[in-house]
Every structure is written in structure tokens, then in C-alpha cells.
């Protein structure tokens, strides 16, 4: 039976998206990729929903893009225009006037961390891991990582993240600023929806009004760094050293799939 890989719903007021691939860290393929902007297009048009909830089952938020899928495009979609559409989502939630809550625990890595640094408000479980590891493809940060992080974390320890690859754990996210809370694992969905029922509960266009005067404080020009992120990233999709790390990865992935099914057999 086809489990779907990404899991809605409506508590409260609260919009609840759920990535639900616990088996591969909630890695991002196409198809959920897919489900998450319908999903999260649909809860933010809905006007019974007044707080949105993003979460992941199983050990992991996010791991970000799926290894076994990494440099694939879907029929006639060229690099821009695929970084094109993961920045939409990003800005889509951003620019909301619902707020919009991440609960992460374990992996926040890649385009996961930069899902989570989409959302207003982190409430991260111990076990909490956050990294931007694209430079270990050749590649940078392209929805939304170089132009939000700095603005939580400062430019130096933005660029220690993203020029490293380095990780960083619960405590060190919550001291930098990259979270609100940091809760135990097992009480993280219980006190997330707590805090989104608080919002949703408020006065929706006093919420409205308050998040889109503080992001037009705090963003500065988001929209314009993420051109720039957009057409980086389209130069390095081309670079010797992403196909030469993309074409090692890919084999990885199918010596990795062949020993599986010997193991079954």
C-alpha cells in the first residue's frame, strides 16, 4: 500500500503540513516537493486557518533535496527554472500574513534549514541538528539560506555555516538565535501547537498587520538576494566540480540500492 508522502490537516484554526518520508529523513523529492507547495498554497488561501504548523515525522525535520534525485529535472525544466520554483514556496510562506511555526527535530539540513528559516517562529527538540552542507556539491545556499540566516545569526557565523558546511546543534541554534524554544523531543508537536493556537486564536488582522510590518523592517531587500542566489546557483549547476560530485553521489546511490535488494534476495 502507497503511503503519501506528505500529511495535512486542520486543528483549531491550525493548518497542519506534515512531510512524512521518516525512511529517508524526510528528504525533498519532486513529488513532495509537489505536495508541500499544494498543500501549503492551499492552508495559506484557507481562510479557516489562521496559523500554520510545519513539521516532520519520524527521527527528522528535513534532510533537504533527496540524494537519489539530486540533479534530476523534471521534462523540459532547465536549472533556473527548478530554483525558480523552490524560491516561490519559500517567499510564499515568508510573505504570508499568517504566521507560519516550524517543528523541527533531528536533521534541518540544506533546503530543509532553509524551509525552517521560511517560517516566523522555531521551535527546535534537543535532538536538533541544523547545516547548509551545499558547498560539500559545489554549489551555495539558493532558497533563501544567504540572505535569511544572516539576518538571525549575524554575517560571520552565516558564513562559517555556509562557506564550511559545518553543523550545528540544538544549544548552539538556540544561542545564535536561529530558535525561539527548545524543547524535549517528546513534548515538541504538543508545545508547537500550543504556541500556533495562541496565535490563531488572536485577532487575525491585528497578526496580519504586526508580521508584515515586522518583516518589512527586518527582511530588507529578501527578493533581490534571492536573484542573486537564483543565477549563482544556475552557474555552479553547470561547474565541473558539481557534475563531478553529482555523478560521484549518483553512483553512491545505486552501488547503495544494488547491495539492498542483494540483501533481500
Not at 44 to 72: K, M, N, P, Y
Not at 186 to 197: G, K, P, T, V, Y
Not at 254 to 265: G, L, P, Y
Request: charged share 25%.
Amino acid at each position: 500500500m502507497n503511503v503519501a508522502e506528505l500529511k495535512t490537516e486542520v486543528v483549531d484554526g491550525v493548518g497542519v503540513v506534515s512531510l512524512n518520508r521518516p525512511h529517508r529523513h524526510n528528504a525533498i523529492t519532486d513529488s513532495l516537493f509537489d505536495e508541500m507547495c499544494r498543500a501549503l498554497r492551499g492552508q495559506l488561501a484557507d481562510q479557516s486557518v489562521r496559523c500554520i504548523l510545519i513539521r516532520g515525522e519520524g527521527r527528522s525535520f528535513c534532510s533537504g533535496r533527496d540524494t537519489a534525485e539530486l540533479g534530476q529535472r523534471s521534462d523540459g525544466e532547465d536549472d533556473f527554472t527548478f530554483v525558480l520554483e523552490h524560491q516561490r514556496i519559500r517567499l510564499d510562506v515568508l510573505e504570508s500574513t499568517k504566521p507560519v511555526v516550524a517543528a523541527v527535530q533531528g536533521a534541518a539540513l540544506g533546503g530543509g534549514f532553509e524551509i525552517a528559516l521560511s517560517a516566523d517562529i522555531r521551535i527546535i527538540a534537543e535532538d536538533a541538528v541544523f547545516g547548509l552542507p551545499e558547498v560539500e556539491l559545489g554549489l551555495v545556499p539558493d532558497t533563501g539560506g544567504t540572505q535569511l540566516l544572516p539576518a538571525l545569526v549575524g554575517p560571520a557565523r552565516a558564513k562559517y555555516l555556509i562557506l564550511s558546511g559545518s553543523r550545528i546543534n540544538a544549544q548552539t541554534a538556540y544561542t545564535w538565535g536561529l530558535a525561539e524554544e527548545v524543547v524535549p523531543v517528546e513534548q515538541l508537536h504538543d508545545r508547537a501547537m500550543q504556541l500556533c493556537r495562541e496565535f490563531a486564536a488572536k485577532p487575525r488582522l491585528a497578526v496580519s498587520m504586526g508580521k508584515l510590518l515586522i518583516n518589512q523592517a527586518a527582511s530588507g531587500d529578501i527578493r533581490s538576494g534571492m536573484v542573486q542566489e537564483l543565477l549563482a546557483q544556475t552557474a555552479l549547476f553547470r561547474s565541473d566540480d558539481y557534475l563531478r560530485i553529482k555523478e560521484n553521489a549518483l553512483r553512491d546511490n545505486e552501488n547503495t540500492a544494488a547491495d539492498t535488494k542483494r540483501e533481500k534476495s
